[in-house]
Structure formats: C-alpha cells, structure tokens
C-alpha cells in the first residue's frame, strides 16, 4: 500500500514530526474527518501549538492521547519529500525535526489563504493607447489569466494607474482571489537564442537524458553560454510537465538571470531567497506542492520545497562555497540536489568553469556525464593572463596598487571601458593596531580580530557580528592617536582608488555595504549598464556577472588565499581568480587580467596564468589520492563547544579514549585541539577530524562513538560530514 494513502480514522492514534527540537516522534489520535501520512497538522505540545507532519502508525502504547488540533489546507508532504528528509537526515547526522524545519520555513502555514485584488480583461477600451493595448496584450501570453496589479505592471511596463484607470471604464474587471496565486506559465515552445554549434550538441544531449536520474558536469569556461544551455534543459522538463530548480550561488545573480528566463519563457520563474518577501516565501512553498510554479530559482534551501514533480535540479557554479550550509543542519547542497534527485527521478546538472575537484573526478570515472565548451560565445574571446611580479615593482608604503596596474587601468579609462580591482578582503583593514604599545584590536566575544568598517564607522567582528566604535585612544596604553590600520580591505582600496583617479566613476561590491538584496541587484544593473569606470570588489564579483565594458581585471593580492594549511586552499584559489578573471572580455573587446604576486614560480599561479584546467586538476587530485584525502577518503570534522574550555577538552579527550567504533571501520582520530577560532560568541571551541576510507560506513561508526559520551547540559556538539572548511 502506498503510504500517502494510508489513512487513519478519527481516534485512530498515529504518530507526528514536529519540528521541534525532540529526538523522537510524538503520539496523537486523528481529528474528526481523520488524516494521512504525510498531512500537514497543528498538534499540541504543551500549552503551545505547533507545525507537524503525520509520519506513520503510533509508537507508544499509552492510553491518554491528545488529539491533532486540525490537518492544514496544503497538500500532504509526498513520500519522495519525506525519504529525502529521512536520507538527508542519515548523511548528516541530524536530528529529524530539523529536517523537517528546512522543509517549513514558510510563514504563515497556519493561516488560511488570504484574498487578494485580481484584474481579468473586461469590454474594449474607449480609448485605445500604446500602453493600454500593451495591458491586453500581457492578458493574451497569459491566455486571460487573473493577474495582480504588479504582475500587469512588470509585464506591460506600464504604471499602476494605467491599470486603475482601465478597471474604472471596464477594460478590466476586477475581482478577488486567494493570496497565494499559481505563477504565470512559462512557455517552452517559444523560440530560444541562437546557439553556438557546441551548445546545441551540449543542449541535444541533456534534453535526451531528460526524465530520468543522472548528473551531468556542464563545464564550460567563463562567457561560453552555459546559461542558455542548461535552459534548454528546463525547457524539455516542463514540456514534459515537471518542475525544474535553478540553484543560484548568490542574490545578486537572480534579477539577471529571471530577465533572461522571462526572456526565454515569456514570464518569471518562482524565486525563493532570504531577499523574497515573508508573502512571497508562502505562496511559492504552496504552489510547489499544488504544482503552480513550473520554475523555481533559488538559494541552497530551494531544495526542501515540496515540489510535487520534480524533474530537474541545475546548480549553477556548482564550486561555490556558499553551497555548503556552515551552521545549524551542515549540508552541501551540491550533493544534496544529487540525492533528492535520485529519490525525484529527476536530472542533474552540475555547471561551472572551474568544477569542485569532486566534480571533477566523479565525470572522470563516469558516475557524471560531462559536457564540455571550450569557447566563448560569439565574437567575445578568453582574456590574457599575466602575473605582475611585486618583487619588482616599487609600491608606496600603505599602497597596493602597482604602477603596471595602475598604467593598465589609465587605459581603459581613456578608451571608456571599465576595470575591476579585485581584493577578496571585506572592510577598510583587516587589523587595527597601536604604534605606541603594539595592541591590537580583538572581539570580546571571539578569538578573532576586529576589522575596521570604515564605511560603517565601526570596527566589526566577522565571526559573531559584534560592532564597537574606532577608538581614538588606545584601551591598553591609553595614548591618543595611536590607533592604525594595517593592510588593506576592499574600503581602503576603494580609498587609493579615488585618490589615484580623482575624476573616475567608482563602484564598489561588497556584501556588506548593502542593506538589502534588491539595493545590491541596482548596483550589479547600474553597473552593467556602464554607470563605472573603475569595479573594486570581493569575491562577490566572481560569481556569474556579466559587465559587457568591463576588459581589465587586476587581482591585488593572489597570495591571500595560498596561505595557511586549508586542505582546500590551492583549490579555492585556483577557482576564484580564473572566476574573477573571466569578467574581463565578455563581449567584442579582448579582455586582459593582470594577477598581483609575491609567488608567480608558485604551482598555483602558474596553473592560473597558462589555462591548463585540467593539468592542474590531475595534480591536486594526485595529490589528494596519495594522502587519502577527499575525494578519495572521507573526512568529518567534530565541533565541541562550551562556554568552559576546560569541559571542551574534557568532552574532547574523552572521545579521543574511546574510538573503538571507529577503529572498527579503519578510521583515525586527530584532535582535540582548539579550533582554529577557538572562541565565538563567548564559547570555546575544541576539534576532532575523523579521517576514514573512502567506502567506510562512517556515519554509523560516528554515531556509535559520540553516543558514549554524556553531554552536560549548554554543551553543543556537532558533526560536519564533508567538511569545506576547518574554522
């Protein structure tokens, strides 16, 4: 029997998910007109009411039950969401309910659907204007479906009074509807661009592989169209009526790339991001489960909407770190797009310019297929790459801008084009320190430094959020005007900037000089539409932009991400330079990208300046096999922590006495030690890595082994299987 349609009478016991914190499903009985499994229910839990799911028969025996409060009006959680929630909560050594508040945090569910005003065409128009008839015009593509002021507003480019104006004399009718409305369908059938001869063939074979499971690397270097490729792919998806799922690394790339799906479909996809507003989340988190939003693009947690067909997932520069959840349930969505699609029966595609090593060796055996375009689209061509040797140029002190750079960047002002100053360095400088006795600047709360925000008058802690005033005195010596900021942030470089080309336009990209998601989309547009001569800019700007006067990229510091012993350090940075560079050239002038460094003989750099992609992955992979490390071995990274060090270390030399578990399956245990953050928000932080074979069951092993050890209570302990970082 297919559990959906199991049902339980009313009184009938059954046993609830909540999304509550618990380690164990809850016994009801099922309301007057009964429940199934996977229903979405209001339960009592205390005095409190609370979200839930109804998940199979009852567990308990116990005699006094309370009953579901209600079963909600949205259609019932299908066992494909639920099996994912179940596997994804295996992989990750989460607790259930939390799972399950990934797949709920849409407000509002309790509620009933709200009513909003709708317009419909009515009689024709007395007068008959340009505007007017670009109003009827959008009711016609939308087969004369009821659309709210701002959906006729965005799509006919005209003005709310155009629409109110209209409903008065009866050209449009107006009506109400419930809030949460299906999204405008989008049409496959309409003509899509032209391609090159290497996109059709990439977009042929992923249309034949549509409707059914398998993963795809669409590698393509920067500017080669991959966007238009993988589009054909959701074309073929929702002609044959399933839903598909744009993953987006970054906000700032929605509002380009919904224009270009609007573009190719006639209308907008359904959008999900913490930029969408509280009414938006919930109308497309109920449309996904009735099937009224055939598109979604979104961030990493688009991936827990109850899609009720889902056929295909598209992660889009699928290396992205931002991919990887680092709080709260540890999770990378790249892979977790791969599993939920393998329950869905649905399509990957996994598109970059610079893949994950992973990625990579996964196409390489055959377990991906892969997809290669080895050429720009149209007449644009790959930009030159050249290193700037700093040893020999001769820098001012408190300067970082090298006068090969700075002649390069002259240039392209003179013939109107704009240049990007990359420095992957938030904030004016990353350290503040006093001359007089050598202090320096530290989070109260965190073992990490205070960066200056020049921008925001505040020095600011990365780690926790905590802000505190400049000082103009030093607090340990007390001497006034002492206090120095030391080496440079994207702020001081947009300072040099101003003062070396007084007379330029100067943008600058960082995330947090943006208050909201859609001030930092004006920019990107501004941008684009060429209202900068000179780009300064932190990794923001490598992820996908597309800046048609932009010909110059200078790298200020290439060594910044060398250094340290991240396992992942040579691949970050291999990553984000070629990204960064590949914003130079994009339309019909040849780019160039100069690469500031100390270490142009550095394997690295080298592999940066010559192009050889995959030179560079057989080396790091070669590498990573002789240690047994990912991907071919399995790391976990366990995180102690508590607000006494002395309890951390215990718990943590406690777990290192006892690691039969994990010698049972090969594994080997290093740590504790303090985490390279050793303090964040007034908690201590101790680690262990787990190291194992790349076969091993490890998360059964793990499980068995931190279950021996009793935590004290406001003690956390969490695992990060696949860790990306080590902080």
Excluded at 419 to 443: E, K
Excluded at 649 to 673: D, Y
Aim: with cysteine.
């Amino acid at each position: 029997m297919d559990a959906a349609s199991f049902a339980f009478a009313p009184g009938q016991p059954l046993a609830v998910l909540t999304t509550q914190p618990l380690d164990r499903l809850l016994d009801y009985r099922a309301p007057e007109g009964g429940a199934r499994i996977g229903d979405f229910v209001e339960v009592p839990l205390g005095p409190r009411k609370v979200l839930g799911v109804v998940w199979g028969e009852a567990e308990g025996a116990f005699p006094k039950l309370r009953t579901v409060l209600r079963v909600l009006d949205v259609p019932p959680m299908r066992e494909e969401l639920r099996n994912f929630l179940l596997r994804a909560a295996e992989y990750t050594l989460t607790p259930l309910s939390l799972m399950l508040f990934l797949a709920t945090r849409a407000p509002g569910l309790f509620q009933g659907p709200a009513m909003i005003r709708v317009y419909r065409p009515g009689t024709t128009p007395t007068r008959m204007t340009e505007a007017r008839q670009r109003v009827l015009d959008v009711f016609e593509n939308f087969a004369g479906a009821a659309l709210t002021v701002g959906e006729i507003t965005r799509a006919a480019s005209v003005t709310g009074s155009v629409v109110h104006t209209m409903a008065a004399q009866g050209a449009l009718i107006e009506g109400e509807a419930p809030r949460d409305q299906p999204y405008p369908r989008l049409d496959p059938s309409r003509p899509s661009k032209d391609l090159s001869e290497d996109q059709a063939a990439a977009a042929q074979v992923l249309q034949a592989s549509a409707g059914e499971f398998g993963v795809t690397l669409l590698k393509g270097v920067t500017g080669s169209g991959k966007t238009e490729v993988y589009l054909e792919a959701v074309a073929e998806c929702l002609r044959k009526g399933r839903q598909a799922l744009v993953l987006l690394p970054e906000i700032g790339l929605t509002e380009g790339f919904l224009e270009r799906v609007e573009a190719r479909f006639g209308a907008r996809p359904g959008e999900w991001h913490s930029g969408v507003t509280v009414t938006e989340r919930r109308r497309l988190w109920r449309m996904a489960g009735e099937g009224g939003v055939q598109l979604v693009v979104g961030a990493r947690s688009a991936l827990f909407l109850p899609y009720r067909d889902l056929g295909l997932i598209v992660v889009d520069e699928e290396h992205d770190s931002s991919y990887k959840q680092e709080d709260g349930v540890l999770y990378n969505a790249r892979d977790m797009a791969v599993l939920r699609a393998s329950l869905a029966g649905a399509q990957v595609v996994l598109a970059s310019a610079t893949p994950s090593l992973e990625t990579w060796v996964n196409a390489g055996t055959g377990k991906y297929k892969r997809l290669d375009l080895l050429a720009r689209f149209g007449v644009a061509e790959l930009p030159d790459m050249r290193a700037i040797d700093m040893r020999d140029e001769v820098v001012p002190h408190g300067r970082w801008i090298s006068p090969t750079l700075k002649a390069e960047v002259d240039a392209r002002i003179e013939a109107g084009e704009q240049a990007l100053l990359f420095l992957n360095r938030r904030g004016y400088a990353p350290v503040t320190i006093c001359r007089a006795c050598g202090h320096q600047m530290q989070c109260e709360h965190c073992d990490a430094r205070l960066v200056e925000h020049r921008f925001l008058k505040r020095l600011m802690c990365h780690q926790c959020g905590e802000t505190a005033p400049i000082p103009t005195a030093c607090p340990s010596c007390q001497k006034e005007g002492t206090m120095h900021p030391v080496g440079p942030g994207v702020e001081r470089m947009e300072e040099e900037v101003r003062e070396l080309w007084p007379e330029a336009r100067v943008a600058v990209l960082s995330s947090d000089l943006f208050g909201s998601a859609r001030a930092l989309k004006a920019q990107i547009a501004a941008i684009a539409a060429g209202a900068a001569d000179i780009i300064v800019g932190t990794q923001l700007v490598a992820k996908g932009h597309n800046f048609p006067l932009l010909t110059l990229v200078g790298v200020i510091d290439a060594d910044l991400g060398l250094q340290g012993g991240d396992l992942r350090a040579a691949e970050r940075t291999f990553q984000l330079i070629r990204q960064v560079a590949g914003r130079a050239g994009r339309a019909e002038r040849r780019g160039l990208a100069l690469v500031q460094t100390h270490q142009p003989d550095h394997a690295v750099i080298k592999a940066i300046l010559s192009g050889d992609d995959e030179g560079f992955w057989r080396a790091e992979a070669a590498e990573r096999q002789a240690l047994g490390m990912p991907p071919f071995g399995r790391l976990a990274g366990i995180i102690l922590s508590s607000p006494n060090l002395e309890q951390a270390f215990e718990i943590g030399n406690a777990l290192a006495a006892r690691t039969e578990p994990l010698h049972k399956i090969g594994a080997q245990v290093f740590g504790p030690a303090p985490a390279p953050i050793a303090r964040v928000r007034g908690r201590h932080r101790v680690r262990l890595l787990v190291k194992a074979g790349k076969g091993a069951p490890l998360q059964q092993a793990i499980r068995a082994w931190v279950a021996q050890v009793k935590l004290p209570n406001d003690f956390r302990l969490s695992v990060d299987i696949d860790p990306q970082s080590f902080w």
